[in-house]
């Protein structure tokens, strides 16, 4: 499985946008980079995935570098809520692997007021 | 549509017990994934059924198993406990399958070996 490399925690103000970094150099072809983040005393929760394109959707913004090596989610105002741990996950297609999200450390984020 | 149930939410057991979790998905997702989660390892997959088939298993001993019914709802077992079974377990359900899909999660069931 392509491995994903994030910082451990990141600080940000509250009503500022948040850039969360993702390095997946192994990456192929076909693998999908998703996001997910865990706010404290629940389950993940699902925030975007992309393939080449950047994406965009309620919740964030999913940077794709041309390369596919990394990628950032972008959080454009960071509100208090969305202090979690935010995960990047890399899916690969085909029956071997379905239903199976392979969680890293993640990334802390830290929203101060 | 309400979101993914697991019951119990809590619960604590003594080493060598059994265990039965039950997770209910989203109306209409026919794919269920049961997740682990402890301080030291994170989130670790266990297995995926869809179905009523396991599709996709994780590196777990046998003693962790699970089943799917025709209605989707989904129960995994734990047998003989330890105390390093001890963690939240999560499910997530989503609609299908590859090549992306969005996996929604329930809130966990806390089990506690002693």
């Known amino acids: 499985d392509a491995k994903t490399t994030q910082p451990n925690s990141m600080e940000s103000n509250e009503e500022e946008p948040v850039h969360l970094p993702c390095n997946h150099s192994?990456?192929?072809?076909?693998?999908?980079i998703h996001w997910y983040r865990q706010l404290p005393s629940q389950g993940p929760e699902y925030v975007i995935h992309?393939?080449?394109s950047n994406v965009n959707n309620r919740m964030a913004s999913l940077a794709i570098a041309e390369d596919r090596k990394s990628s950032t989610l972008i959080l454009h105002r960071a509100t208090l809520r969305d202090a979690a741990v935010y995960y990047c996950?890399?899916?690969?297609?085909?029956?071997?692997?379905?239903?199976?999200?392979?969680f890293g450390q993640g990334t802390t984020l830290q929203v101060k007021p | 549509k309400a979101g993914v149930t697991q019951t119990p939410r809590y619960l604590i057991k003594t080493r060598g017990q059994q265990v039965t979790l039950s997770c209910s998905p989203i109306?209409?997702?026919?794919?269920v994934s049961w997740y682990q989660q402890t301080p030291g390892q994170g989130l670790q997959f266990l297995f995926e059924?869809?179905?009523?088939?396991?599709?996709n298993k994780g590196n777990f001993p046998g003693r962790f198993s699970g089943r799917q019914f025709s209605n989707s709802r989904s129960e995994m077992n734990v047998s003989t406990l330890e105390l390093g079974d001890s963690a939240l377990y999560l499910c997530?359900?989503?609609?299908?399958?590859?090549?992306?899909?969005?996996?929604?999660f329930g809130p966990g069931t806390r089990l506690t070996v002693t």
């Open positions: 997530a359900s989503s609609l299908a399958g590859p090549p992306a899909y969005e996996q929604y």
């Open positions: 992309g393939l080449t």
């Open positions: 996950i890399l899916t690969l297609p085909g029956s071997g692997n379905t239903g199976k999200l392979i």
């Open positions: 192994t990456i192929s072809g076909t693998d999908y």
């Open positions: 059924y869809f179905s009523e088939t396991q599709r």
């Open positions: 109306s209409g997702h026919r794919s």
